[in-house]
C-alpha cells in the first residue's frame, strides 16, 4: 500500500498514536519567544499545531496527503473557530509563492519521506522568507527499519540554512526511540 493510502486508512478508522491533540513543548517555546507571523506546517495531521499557532495570532496553513486528516483539521478548526487553512496534497508537489512563510514547522513528516527529501528541502528554503524558521522534529534512522528517520547526512540537505540549535532525545510512545529536534534559521 502506497504511504499516502497507509496515512488516510489510519486517519478513517482509529485515532493515530501520534495524533494527541498536544502541540509538544518544544514549539510552545518556539511560539512564546517569536513574533506571530506566516506559518506553514508540512504533514499537518489533524492541524493540531496549525491551530496552536491560529491561536497564537500567526497566519496558518497545514498541508497533509491524507485526506481524511485535512478533513478532522478543517472540522477542529471549525469547532473551535479558529481561522486557519488546510490543504490537501503532497509536500514535494504543492505550490507556494518563494518568500511565503516566516515559519515552516515539519513534526514527523520528513522522517516518513522514502523519496523526495532533496526537493522537500530545496523547496522550504525557497518558501522561507529572510530571517523565517524552519523546525523540524524526526525520528533518528535505525538499520532495523529502513527508509525510516533522519541521517546525519540528512542535515546537509539544509545547508542553505543555519543551525541554530540542536535537541537530541527520545519519543514519547510505545517504542523508545531517539529523536532530534532541529531549528534552521534564514539570514536575512
Ligand atoms: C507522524 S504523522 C504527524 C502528523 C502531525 N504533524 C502531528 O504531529 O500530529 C506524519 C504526517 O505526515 C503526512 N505526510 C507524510 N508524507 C507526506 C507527504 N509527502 N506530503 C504530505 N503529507 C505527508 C502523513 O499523512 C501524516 O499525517
Keep these: 500500500?502506497?504511504?499516502?493510502?497507509?496515512?488516510?486508512?489510519?486517519?478513517?478508522t482509529?485515532?493515530?498514536?501520534?495524533?494527541t491533540g498536544q502541540s509538544p513543548p518544544l514549539l510552545l517555546e518556539f511560539i512564546a519567544n517569536h513574533p506571530p507571523g506566516r506559518a506553514l506546517d508540512l504533514g499537518c495531521g489533524t492541524g493540531t499545531n496549525v491551530i496552536t499557532l491560529a491561536k497564537m495570532?500567526?497566519?496558518g496553513v497545514g498541508v497533509d496527503f491524507a485526506k481524511q486528516a485535512i478533513v478532522q483539521a478543517r472540522q477542529k478548526a471549525r469547532a473551535e473557530s479558529v481561522?486557519?487553512?488546510?490543504?490537501?496534497?503532497?509536500v514535494t508537489r504543492i505550490r507556494f509563492p518563494p518568500q511565503s512563510f516566516d515559519l515552516i514547522l515539519d513534526w514527523g513528516c520528513f522522517q516518513g519521506m522514502e523519496a523526495g527529501?532533496?526537493?522537500?528541502?530545496?523547496?522550504?528554503s525557497r518558501w522561507l522568507a529572510p530571517g523565517g524558521w524552519f523546525l523540524l522534529y524526526s525520528l533518528k534512522y535505525q538499520p532495523d527499519i529502513k527508509e525510516f528517520g533522519?541521517?546525519?547526512?540528512?542535515?546537509s540537505l539544509f545547508a542553505a540554512l543555519k543551525l541554530i540549535r540542536r535537541y537530541d532525545g527520545f519519543n514519547e510512545g510505545p517504542v523508545t526511540r531517539p529523536s532530534m529536534w532541529l531549528e534552521f534559521?534564514?539570514?536575512?
Aim: glycine residues 4%.
Design 117 to 124: 527529501r532533496e526537493i522537500y528541502a530545496q523547496r522550504i
Design 57 to 59: 495570532g500567526w497566519e
Design 1 to 12: 500500500m502506497a504511504k499516502k493510502e497507509f496515512f488516510n486508512l489510519w486517519y478513517s
Design 83 to 90: 481561522k486557519a487553512q488546510f490543504r490537501a496534497g503532497d
Design 14 to 19: 482509529r485515532r493515530p498514536q501520534w495524533d
Design 185 to 188: 534559521f534564514k539570514e536575512p
Design 150 to 155: 533522519i541521517r546525519e547526512e540528512d542535515l
